[in-house]
């Protein structure tokens, strides 16, 4: 049979076959390969090409998602921003504290979509967020300058320091200088503490050691733990006489250990780098704060808004080892917490201090303080 007598004979026998029962097809099937030789897989979609519209891809074999839909992806998405954009990891945790509070904002959810929640994967949470999800590509410019005034007296922190308790907190300034390093502008401090990741946040006008000094002490007041270590980076904002006598003139009992990173060594300091990127940078991001005016309306939301909802509603990781394979290294992390469940977890805290804390966390609506945290960045944002 020649290549036009296959056309018509195509031609007569595809409508029937389209209109036919199951086992029809198939007769009509068998019948159009014994005559034209066909393998059976082309012989039908020769019959079906008409039908078909688009040539769309082929669907994905395996069951279709129970998760891609609107009533799972709203609160998702919603937790997910209101978390600064949590990985999935932490957010697979944050998800059952955020969820109450969701509902208490924007309503009831049905139990199907709550338990469709709580139920994914890591991996899910990464698929239904992909086509949401920003990169940020802009850096900022370093500010530390060398202070080498007292390098001699401040020791290097060589040993390791007892993190099974709080108290041991690692320091850093961030610049919010914008492109130039010229002149005075607002620096945001950050203090964080290594065994609960509980973090502190405090705006100054310039760097200079008697404004740290205040700000360091206002973050000690407000600490959950006494304060056993400092440890910071080479700056002159640190490396000074006010913050030294500071730790040192005390009672033995309330000495605060002071140590400095090797320079040039931001791994040294990794724990505060680290919250320089998730509490300043992606909260203020790189512009120049040049006004004055500006570091009182910044301190009033690092104290109050901002803190609360990092240290009681934003989940953490802690690397529990590292090993060496040839030239990768494999890291394993325990269980994301936040980190006022890891203060509560501690010995070394007092019980009338965890019952503050309990009902403080009671006091606390997440969107709320969202909600008012955005207000506040309003009203900074303005005088830029």
Same mark, same amino acid.
């Given at each position: 049979?020649?290549?036009?007598? &296959?056309?018509?004979? /195509?031609?007569?026998? !595809?409508?029937?076959?389209?209109?036919?029962? +199951?086992?029809? %097809?198939? #007769?009509?099937?068998?019948?159009?390969?014994?005559?034209?030789?066909?393998?059976?897989?082309?012989?039908?979609?020769?019959?079906?090409?008409?039908?078909?519209?688009?040539?769309?891809?082929?669907?994905?074999?395996?069951?279709?998602?129970?998760?891609?839909?609107?009533?799972?992806?709203?609160?998702?998405?919603?937790?997910?921003?209101?978390?600064?954009?949590?990985?999935?990891?932490?957010?697979?945790?944050?998800?059952?504290?955020?969820?109450?509070?969701?509902?208490?904002?924007?309503?009831?959810?049905?139990?199907?979509? &709550?338990?469709?929640? /709580?139920?994914?994967? !890591?991996?899910?949470?990464?698929?239904?967020? +992909?086509?949401? %999800?920003? #990169?940020?590509?802009?850096?900022?410019?370093?500010?530390?300058?060398?202070?080498?005034?007292?390098?001699?007296?401040?020791?290097?922190?060589?040993?390791?320091?007892?993190?099974?308790?709080?108290?041991?907190?690692?320091?850093?300034?961030?610049?919010?200088?914008?492109?130039?390093?010229?002149?005075?502008?607002?620096?945001?401090?950050?203090?964080?503490?290594?065994?609960?990741?509980?973090?502190?946040?405090?705006?100054?006008?310039?760097?200079?050691?008697?404004?740290?000094?205040?700000?360091?002490?206002?973050?000690?007041? &407000?600490?959950?733990?006494?304060?056993?270590?400092?440890?910071?980076?080479?700056?002159?904002?640190?490396?000074?006489?006010?913050?030294?006598?500071?730790?040192?003139?005390?009672?033995?009992?309330?000495?605060?250990?002071?140590?400095?990173?090797?320079?040039?060594?931001?791994?040294?300091?990794?724990?505060?780098?680290?919250?320089?990127?998730?509490?300043?940078?992606?909260?203020?991001?790189?512009?120049?704060?040049?006004?004055?005016?500006?570091?009182?309306?910044?301190?009033?939301?690092?104290?109050?808004?901002?803190?609360?909802?990092?240290?009681?509603?934003?989940?953490?990781?802690?690397?529990?080892?590292?090993?060496?394979?040839?030239?990768?290294?494999?890291?394993?992390?325990?269980?994301?917490?936040?980190?006022?469940?890891?203060?509560?977890?501690?010995?070394?805290?007092?019980?009338?201090?965890?019952?503050?804390?309990?009902?403080?966390?009671?006091?606390?609506?997440?969107?709320?303080?969202?909600?008012?945290?955005?207000?506040?960045?309003?009203?900074?944002?303005?005088?830029?």
């Amino acid at each position: 049979m020649g290549h036009k007598e &296959k056309k018509a004979y /195509l031609n007569e026998i !595809r409508k029937r076959y389209r209109k036919a029962q +199951k086992e029809l %097809k198939t #007769k009509i099937l068998d019948e159009f390969c014994a005559v034209c030789n066909y393998h059976r897989k082309h012989a039908i979609r020769l019959l079906w090409a008409p039908f078909r519209k688009t040539k769309s891809k082929p669907r994905k074999r395996g069951s279709r998602s129970i998760y891609n839909n609107r009533h799972v992806l709203e609160p998702l998405i919603k937790i997910w921003l209101a978390t600064d954009q949590m990985c999935s990891k932490k957010l697979k945790v944050a998800l059952p504290l955020w969820l109450p509070f969701y509902e208490q904002e924007y309503g009831e959810l049905s139990t199907d979509i &709550k338990d469709k929640l /709580l139920k994914m994967s !890591r991996a899910t949470i990464d698929r239904l967020l +992909k086509p949401n %999800k920003v #990169k940020y590509k802009r850096r900022g410019l370093s500010g530390t300058k060398p202070g080498t005034l007292l390098k001699n007296q401040i020791p290097i922190r060589t040993d390791n320091w007892d993190i099974t308790k709080p108290g041991f907190c690692e320091a850093d300034t961030v610049a919010h200088c914008g492109n130039s390093l010229v002149g005075d502008f607002v620096w945001s401090l950050t203090m964080t503490d290594i065994f609960s990741g509980w973090t502190e946040n405090r705006a100054l006008w310039g760097k200079g050691s008697d404004g740290v000094l205040t700000q360091v002490r206002d973050i000690e007041k &407000k600490l959950p733990f006494s304060l056993l270590g400092f440890d910071c980076d080479n700056g002159s904002e640190f490396l000074n006489y006010h913050l030294m006598r500071y730790f040192s003139d005390r009672p033995k009992s309330k000495l605060v250990q002071f140590t400095r990173s090797r320079p040039y060594r931001k791994n040294d300091n990794a724990h505060v780098e680290q919250k320089n990127w998730t509490h300043v940078r992606q909260l203020l991001g790189y512009d120049r704060f040049g006004n004055k005016e500006m570091v009182a309306l910044l301190n009033d939301l690092y104290r109050n808004e901002y803190s609360l909802l990092k240290n009681y509603f934003c989940p953490n990781m802690k690397l529990i080892s590292k090993e060496r394979i040839n030239s990768k290294y494999r890291k394993k992390y325990d269980v994301p917490q936040t980190p006022y469940q890891r203060v509560l977890s501690s010995n070394d805290i007092s019980n009338p201090t965890k019952q503050n804390l309990i009902n403080t966390y009671k006091s606390l609506n997440p969107f709320v303080l969202r909600k008012n945290i955005e207000a506040k960045l309003r009203s900074i944002f303005k005088l830029i």
